[in-house]
């Protein structure tokens, strides 16, 4: 039976959560890797933990766990803890590496006075917050939506149930140029990228493209708009299930760019 250890956030595993475990694959990943790291760490004093994995001294999986009311990933709620991030190496599954990060985060959460643990999963087959495996580690689904459920593990009575965020974004009409709405978080690696890739492709169009840029960082904007990721341009919303690539970012503007005239 290999040893698992549960470490804070540090110097040694740092690179390995911020770039998501994608280690020394591109200097793109480097670089939002530094700023995901920067603003984990800079949010501490607000109740922002990373809990890692470590097994046989090796990094191999992380959560991700802070107070709801300053989540930029939803769901919108108070008085709770959220879980929006875990994940481990695929060649560490089944080692008992999720069971024991999420005891570590439950205990973290209610030793902080929370009156809940949650979090926003998925009804899929994709690795990424599958609802099924919240629920047979003892969470409660608590609102639904299509494949979209908020689980959680309820710790005092004083607990109320958070709401799925719900988007709000209306597209601006601008004659004769092109509008490109970028909503997007520090929190996820694979949003700052995008997010840099979306502001690249549009510097390259100049006075033709309107950028406008929500970090749902900000709570208020996460509020508001209630999406943490999402890149629209002319108001229609792209998305490849992973970050943007440029080129298509470029021949998407550059097709609106060819309508308007």
């Keep these: 039976m290999s ?22 694959e591109s200097l793109e990943i480097d670089k939002s890797s530094k700023m995901r790291v920067f603003w984990l760490k800079k949010r501490r004093k607000d109740g ?3 809990l890692v994995a470590h097994v046989e001294g090796v990094p191999k999986g992380f959560i991700h766990l802070m107070p709801i009311e300053i989540s930029p990933w939803g769901p919108i709620g108070i008085d ?18 999720g069971s024991k990060l999420l005891e570590s985060a439950e205990m973290y959460a209610s030793e902080k006075g929370a009156s809940g643990i949650v979090s926003t999963t998925y009804f899929h ?3 990424y917050m599958p609802a099924q495996y919240f629920i047979k580690k003892g969470y409660q689904p ?10 959680g593990k309820i710790f005092d009575e004083s607990f109320s149930i958070p709401k799925i965020l719900n988007p709000t974004y209306k597209y601006n009409k601008i004659d004769d140029k092109i509008v490109v709405d970028l909503f997007w978080n520090t929190f996820c690696e694979t ?23 929500h970090l749902s960082d900000i709570k208020y904007v996460l509020t508001k708009y209630q999406i943490p990721r999402g890149t629209f341009i002319n108001g229609i919303e792209h998305n490849w ?4 690539p440029l080129d298509e970012l470029k021949k998407i503007i550059k097709l609106e760019l060819g309508n308007l005239k």
């Design 3 to 24: 040893s698992i250890d549960i470490h804070d956030l540090d110097d040694d595993n740092e690179y390995f959560v911020g770039t998501c475990s994608h280690v020394n």
């Design 48 to 50: 922002v933990k990373v």
């Design 80 to 97: 709770s803890y959220v879980i929006p991030c875990i994940y481990i190496v695929e060649d560490s599954h089944n080692l008992g590496i």
């Design 125 to 127: 087959n994709y690795w």
């Design 142 to 151: 608590l609102v639904k939506r299509s494949t979209e459920v908020i689980v």
């Design 191 to 213: 949003s700052i990228i995008e997010a840099n890739r979306v502001k690249k492709a549009c510097k390259e169009f100049g006075k033709d493209v309107i950028l406008n840029e």
């Design 241 to 244: 299930g992973y970050e943007a």
